[in-house]
């Protein structure tokens, strides 16, 4: 079946480093997205990409950066500049025409410990 | 702006009760509009959407959803409520041809035995 895989289910991170969630969609859709779900802020948009190798930033860019090298893969890496990581990350990905809905992952919990 | 808003953060109803979430979304022309659902550390799943044509949508798990333009809404209803309906309920908007979705923040359900 296709689908989306989020890897690692759970994810934790010293203070200082870098950490990347791995995002993979078999659906061959064409756009990818990140969100992060903080408790009671609904979902924020962190990056997007329409087509492999662009990508855009969302609302809360700061502090994480992405790369779509492959129409399957959008990773996100979240650095050492992102002062509050602690969060449920998710992944979701939609095709370019017809269907408009998105199809989601099951997330990615972050802690920092 | 275009924005989302679900009134409800929070709504307990008793099983075999019915339901109506609301949502309410600020965009001038008609949106493509969805419900999703959200289980604890899980992603989102499609309920529903509306395009155009039937204002009256009808969607997984016995779910359905109403579009009324004049108060720019699209509510999610159910006739009977069930113990596994109790998650967090999202609806989203897609204004025109922007992928992107605008999200409201989300409505708690719980369901009392």
């Known amino acids: 079946d296709g689908g989306i895989t989020q890897s690692p289910k759970y994810l934790f991170r010293k203070e200082g480093q870098n950490v990347t969630l791995s995002c993979e969609q078999n659906?061959?859709?064409?756009?990818m997205y990140w969100y992060r779900q903080d408790p009671g802020q609904g979902l924020r948009l962190i990056y997007y990409?329409?087509?492999?190798?662009?990508?855009q930033k969302g609302d809360i860019a700061e502090g994480y950066s992405v790369s779509r090298e492959k129409k399957e893969s959008f990773p996100l890496t979240v650095t050492s500049a992102q002062k509050n990581p602690t969060a449920f990350y998710l992944c979701?990905?939609?095709?370019?025409?017809?269907?408009?809905?998105?199809?989601f992952g099951s997330g990615t919990r972050l802690t920092v410990v | 702006a275009q924005s989302v808003t679900q009134p409800d953060i929070h709504i307990t109803v008793s099983e075999g009760a019915s339901l109506e979430l609301r949502c309410n979304y600020s965009?001038?022309?008609?949106?493509?509009l969805f419900w999703y659902v959200q289980s604890p550390g899980q992603g989102l799943q499609l309920l529903l959407k509306?395009?155009?044509?039937d204002t009256l949508v009808q969607g997984i798990k016995g779910f359905e959803a109403e579009f009324k333009r004049s108060q720019s809404s699209f509510n999610l209803r159910k006739p009977s409520v069930h113990w596994s309906d109790a998650a967090e309920y999202f609806c989203?908007?897609?204004?025109?041809?922007?992928?992107?979705?605008?999200w409201g923040l989300g409505t708690s359900l719980a369901v009392n035995p």
């Open positions: 990409s329409q087509i492999v190798n662009d990508f």
């Open positions: 989203a908007v897609r204004p025109g041809n922007n992928r992107k979705l605008i």
């Open positions: 509306y395009f155009s044509g």
């Open positions: 979701a990905s939609n095709r370019d025409r017809g269907d408009y809905g998105y199809t």
């Open positions: 659906l061959n859709h064409d756009a």
């Open positions: 965009y001038g022309a008609t949106p493509y």
